[in-house]
């Protein structure tokens, strides 16, 4: 089996503010959330046919997303709660897992034990908050993040754990566009978005050993 790599994704204002009061700062940033949506559900060539990604995410996070968008469809999502039990023995054929309910486990490490076992999983996500941030960092399979910088300063009470904003972070590398596109598969604009007047810009980092 291979090791399992993480990658976190996040938006964050230039102070690293990602929540306010239990929902994101800003107001529906409709192409950056099409972004999220499509990278995460991405599943690169190089894995089985049939395989999907997962969203790792905590339970606040799980209850600020829109009912309606939830579970995050194609997708394998599971979420973080103490009130989960720890049997996470994924299903035994769990070659659809497109069509497969959410998953409930009690710590980070539990959700990567699902993932790993899985055996039908793509990429794995981490999608926040920041409690979940902060005990993925600390894990060495955390090797990337994709980091959306919201050129604009909102209130926040919530952070995402890691200073990216000044452009440099120790021990992590911030890539060129041309690798966030050929790892994303998406095509990024140079020089930043802009959306409902807020600026931003995609951005990929990758730790260094
Ligand atoms: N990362 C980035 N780059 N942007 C985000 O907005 C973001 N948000 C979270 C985590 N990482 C992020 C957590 N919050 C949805 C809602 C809230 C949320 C994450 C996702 C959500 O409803 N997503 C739908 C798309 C909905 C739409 O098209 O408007 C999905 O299918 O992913």
């Not at 539990?110 to 039908?120: E, F, K, P, R």
Request: hydrophobic share 40%; charged share 20%.
């Amino acid at each position: 089996m291979q090791p399992l790599e993480l990658t976190l994704i996040v938006a964050a204002t230039r102070s690293m503010g990602i929540g306010a009061h239990g929902s994101m700062p800003w107001n529906s940033l409709h192409r950056e959330m099409q972004y999220f949506a499509r990278v995460t559900t991405r599943v690169p060539p190089q894995f089985p046919p049939g395989a999907v990604n997962a969203v790792i995410m905590g339970r606040k996070t799980w209850d600020s997303i829109p009912p309606k968008f939830r579970p995050l469809k194609n997708r394998l999502n599971i979420i973080i709660t103490r009130s989960a039990t720890a049997t996470t023995v994924p299903p035994s054929s769990s070659a659809s897992a497109a069509a497969r309910e959410p998953v409930r486990v009690p710590s980070l490490e539990h959700a990567l034990q699902y993932a790993q076992a899985d055996g039908a999983v793509g990429r794995v996500f981490v999608m926040g908050g920041a409690q979940v941030y902060d005990a993925a960092l600390r894990l060495s399979a955390a090797r990337r993040v994709l980091l959306t910088s919201i050129e604009r300063e909102f209130k926040c009470d919530t952070f995402f754990p890691l200073d990216l904003a000044g452009g440099q972070a120790e021990g992590w590398a911030r890539t060129s566009r041309e690798e966030l596109q050929e790892w994303t598969g998406q095509q990024v604009d140079q020089g930043g978005q802009e959306e409902a007047g807020t600026k931003y810009e995609f951005q990929m980092w990758e730790k260094v050993d």
